[in-house]
């Protein structure tokens, strides 16, 4: 019996795809680029490597700040929102740049 990687189903010796999400179980060099591209896009956020990470440190920022203006009594928010929006554009600037160096490859 041959197990999915993608799933953990198990299923006949002879099948070449997974009876449950299609996933191929013997893989070729097609299949092994395809997954590993998918990788890629699953942990990309803005099209910046290890990019999952940087919409949770922002949050974790913001609320930060958010904390400690109400513990000095002091509105935040005033500063916040550009900040947001400027860190929010560099970032799908750096994105760009990034895939079109990619790509270029």
Do not use: T
């Not at 009594?73 to 929102?81: D, E, L, R, S």
């Not at 895939?99 to 490859?105: D, I, L, P, Q, T």
């Amino acid at each position: 019996m041959v197990y999915c990687e993608e799933c953990g189903k198990q299923n006949e010796e002879d099948a070449e795809y997974c009876s449950k999400c299609g996933n191929p179980l013997k893989e070729d060099k097609h299949h092994r680029r395809s997954r590993d591209y998918k990788r890629r896009q699953r942990e990309e956020c803005f099209g910046l490597p290890y990019g999952n990470i940087i919409v949770p440190i922002i949050i974790g920022v913001i609320l930060i700040i958010v904390g400690l203006s109400s513990v000095y009594g002091f509105n935040a928010w005033v500063y916040i929102w550009p900040a947001i929006i400027i860190i929010v554009g560099l970032l799908i600037i750096l994105g760009a740049i990034l895939r079109a160096r990619k790509s270029e490859y």
